[in-house]
């Protein structure tokens, strides 16, 4: 779920010191099923500026382009809209973003103690630019930080991370960025366009 980009070590016992990613821990399917299936609404709150706005209407251009998908804006946040939200990360864990999957319980109250691999009814959603900022160094730009958002999008409709020999110029939702040579979003930041393997994993999701 969490993107970032750090050193890595092997659970083989070889210690691999490596700018690919990450510690995050990973849902095994994201098979679980989302309150909407593919079709819900985001909702930005207030840290999200107008500049932060174009990372996560990019991500959201990204995947609609799959017919089973739609992921609309909304500027009231209700039940089971996702939340997105910017904040400022801590650069020593080189986490770009991370999303965190609630639910309701039968009295209807929000709870979160839940992974990717449960049934969620909503996702909240946060980009760290100022970690972003940091780790793509002078390769930052609004198509990379699209591509962070891009990614973090994809896990709130149930995608994983793929596997390795699937490229970052395949998925968006691959891992293993580097400093300073963070991917772009695929296309560009002016002509979004998924790819063949995001769109055909996506369309078998919903
Ligand atoms: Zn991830």
Redo the contacts with the bound molecule.
């Keep these: ?3 970032n980009v750090g050193y890595l070590f092997s659970f083989l016992g070889l210690v691999f010191i490596t700018l690919i990613n990450p510690v ?1 821990p990973e849902a095994a399917n994201h098979q679980s099923t989302r309150y909407g299936n593919g079709f819900h609404y985001a909702f930005y709150d207030s840290s999200v500026n107008s500049t932060h706005e174009q990372y996560f209407n990019l991500a959201r251009t990204y995947w609609n382009q799959s017919p089973k998908v739609g992921i609309g804006r909304t500027y009231s946040r209700t039940a089971y809209t996702d939340k997105y939200s910017v904040a400022s990360g801590d650069i020593n864990t080189l986490v770009l973003g991370e999303v965190f999957p609630g639910y309701y319980d039968t009295a209807g109250v929000a709870k979160y103690n839940i992974g990717m691999d449960d049934k969620w009814d909503f996702v909240n959603l946060v980009l760290y630019t100022n970690t972003m900022q940091y780790a793509g160094g002078s390769s930052y730009s609004l198509s990379t930080a699209s591509h962070v958002a891009a ?1 973090e999008v994809g ?1 709130t409709v149930k995608q994983k ?1 793929p596997p390795s020999n699937i490229s970052l110029n395949q998925s968006v ?1 691959q ?1 293993g960025y580097t400093f300073n040579n963070l991917p772009v979003i695929p296309g560009g930041s002016g002509n979004v366009q998924i790819t063949t393997y995001d769109l055909n994993s996506v369309n078998s999701k919903f």
């Design positions: 779920m969490r993107k995050e990614h896990h991370h939702v891992t």
